[in-house]
């Protein structure tokens, strides 16, 4: 699934984010579950991203980082790297 690049966001940001919100052992977690190289070709970034995207939302804080972080117009290409980055991080759960 393609996904033009001014729609993907930096995973430093979302870090960046989800610590400001109080999140610092959560995303301390995550860089450390998700180390390289992984199985099935996967991107270690863009499983960070599938982790962070879901903390995020879990937390209800989503929405808010989106408006901060992902400011276009074209949701239908924001929902894409959504579903992209979250199936990596249930591929990887998956081994």
Known sequence: MSVPANVKFSVIDAYDFAKSHGLHSEVDDICDKVRGP?????????????????????????????????????????????KRV?????????G
């Open 38 to 82: 992984l199985k099935n070709k996967l991107n270690v970034t863009s499983v960070r991203k599938g982790y962070m995207v879901d903390l995020l939302q879990r937390h209800k804080i989503f929405d808010e980082f989106k408006a901060k972080f992902w400011p276009l117009d074209n949701r239908q290409d924001l929902e894409k790297e959504r």
């Open 86 to 94: 979250l199936g990596a991080k249930e591929k990887h759960e998956r």
